[in-house]
């Protein structure tokens, strides 16, 4: 069975630094693109970023390039998301995503994390 | 970025009847080459993650049972539940994967008439 578990969420200042991780299990992680999602409170979902299966290419959103680092270490079946300079409106459910077995990124999300709270206030 | 759009934003359904969810793209996420639109579909129970119904438009998901069925292509998508069940209380999105930027929609709440 696929399982993937968040940690690292917490209650942040802004301008702070946190790091979420994901242990995966269930499967062989480094066959896998993986993903970042979240979810603001009472919101809609909203894409962060990817990850190829040997951490050589990534994508994240607009609104966290420069503050917000994904990778991975395939020799512990694990997912990071290194986020520094954070703000209010990064306070969000934060969850871990499969993206679908293949090569290619352009895959869908198959299996998702049950999610982590990271709160970003003063 | 692809927008995605859904409409309604929410919807009231009788149990046993149809319900019919849209989704639109700003641009369109079909692969012409290989006839697959880049679309899914997906179902977020109260204080659960998101679960994929759907995917390149019209394929169901493992286990997800056959009242979900998804159709459309380019930009214009639905989503269709064929008879409502109490346990489709939930938000659903739609996503495109064709750009390496993911999109979602807004969401479209499902509730029981």
């Known amino acids: 069975e696929v399982q993937l578990v968040e940690s690292g969420g917490d209650l942040v200042q802004p301008g702070g630094s946190l790091r979420l991780s994901c242990a995966a299990s269930?499967?062989?992680?480094?066959?896998?693109?993986m993903s970042w999602v979240r979810q603001a409170p009472g919101k809609g979902l909203e894409w962060v970023a990817n990850?190829?299966?040997?951490?050589?290419?990534?994508y994240s959103v607009h609104s966290v390039r420069g503050r917000f680092t994904i990778s991975r270490d395939n020799a512990k079946d694990s997912l990071y998301l290194q986020m520094n300079s954070l703000r209010v409106e990064d306070t969000a459910v934060y969850y871990c995503?499969?993206?679908?077995?293949?090569?290619?990124?352009?895959?869908?999300?198959?299996?998702w994390g049950q999610g982590i709270l990271v709160t970003v206030s003063s | 970025d692809i927008v995605m759009t859904q409409s309604p934003d929410s919807l009231a359904v009788s149990l046993g009847e149809r319900a019919t969810i849209n989704c639109k793209s700003s641009?369109?996420?079909?692969?012409?080459?290989?006839?697959?639109?880049?679309l899914a579909w997906l179902q977020q129970k109260p204080g659960q993650p998101p679960k994929v119904l759907i995917y390149?438009?019209?394929t169901r998901g493992s286990g997800v049972p056959d009242r979900f069925s998804g159709s459309g292509s380019g930009t214009d998508f639905t989503l269709t539940i064929s008879s409502l069940q109490a346990e489709d209380v939930a938000v659903y999105y739609c996503?495109?994967?064709?750009?390496?930027?993911?999109?979602f929609g807004q969401g479209t709440n499902l509730e029981i008439k």
């Open positions: 990850i190829k299966q040997d951490g050589s290419e990534t």
């Open positions: 996503q495109q994967y064709f750009d390496t930027s993911y999109t």
């Open positions: 269930g499967f062989t992680f480094s066959n896998y693109w």
């Open positions: 995503g499969r993206v679908s077995e293949g090569t290619s990124v352009y895959r869908w999300i198959d299996s």
């Open positions: 390149w438009a019209s």
């Open positions: 641009q369109s996420v079909l692969n012409s080459s290989i006839k697959k639109n880049y």
